[in-house]
């Protein structure tokens, strides 16, 4: 016999709007929002234009290192964009593999990978150095 899950209502796009916003830089309005509703942390928002973004996406590219490892540990999913900014050298070495013309891959906002790597500053330097070379390589 076969158990009916108990179906959740999607979350409220203003809500996940909120959250989203806050992930740009609000580290204790993140913090409320997740408390408040957990399964914010998988969620996205479309801003119109094929421009997708996360809580996750929103810290990775303003370079908010402690809400990008936060929601990691709440289990938002890494992405390479979240790995560049974060210094996570074999993570973003491994992803690439699949993503032979990488130079052209956007994240949120059509903000670039170079772009993600810059923001981590001293700790994603390695992530940005090895951008820089394989760019070279490919020109």
Not at 64 to 73: F, G, K, M, T
Not at 89 to 104: C, G, R
Not at 108 to 118: D, E, N, Q, T, V
Request: net charge negative.
């Amino acid at each position: 016999m076969r158990t009916e899950a108990k179906m959740k209502q999607p979350i409220d796009q203003a809500l996940v709007r909120e959250y989203v916003i806050a992930a740009h830089g609000n580290f204790v309005e993140v913090q409320r929002l997740i408390e408040q509703e957990p399964d914010l942390v998988h969620a996205v928002m479309n801003w119109g234009g094929d421009d997708w973004e996360s809580g996750l996406g929103a810290a990775a590219h303003t370079g908010n290192r402690d809400i990008a490892v936060y929601l990691l540990e709440k289990g938002a999913r890494m992405d390479i964009f979240a790995a560049a900014m974060l210094g996570e050298l074999e993570i973003v070495k491994a992803l690439l593999k699949w993503y032979p013309s990488w130079d052209e891959l956007k994240g949120p906002h059509g903000i670039p990978l170079l772009r993600h790597a810059a923001v981590g500053g001293a700790q994603s330097a390695p992530v940005l150095k090895y951008l820089e070379s394989i760019k070279l390589e490919v020109v």
